[in-house]
């Protein structure tokens, strides 16, 4: 969501660990939505002349089914978001 939200500016960094095999190793996954039937789409602050919309805005709701439900087709979901 946050590459959405963004408008592409801030993408995700990959995720990598190192196992230590002397050391215990602790993760903790967080998430955040917003309201079920908001919006999603790229924060107006971020969308002018020189940065047009770079995704379409959905609510929350389809965005989270069209996520949750696609199928694995080799295409990231992002990129089908893309405007």
């Known amino acids: 969501m946050g590459v959405i939200i963004t408008n592409g500016i801030y993408r995700s960094i990959e995720h990598r660990a ?3 095999p002397t050391e215990e190793r602790i993760s903790f996954a967080t998430f955040t939505f917003p309201k079920y039937d908001g919006e ?5 602050t971020l969308v002018t002349e020189e940065t047009p919309p770079q995704f379409k805005t959905t609510t929350v709701e389809e965005h989270l089914k069209s996520f949750l439900g696609r ?4 295409k990231t979901y992002i990129a089908s978001k893309k405007i």
């Open 40 to 44: 999603l789409g790229p924060a107006s």
């Open 71 to 74: 199928e694995l087709d080799g």
């Open 18 to 20: 190192t196992v230590n």
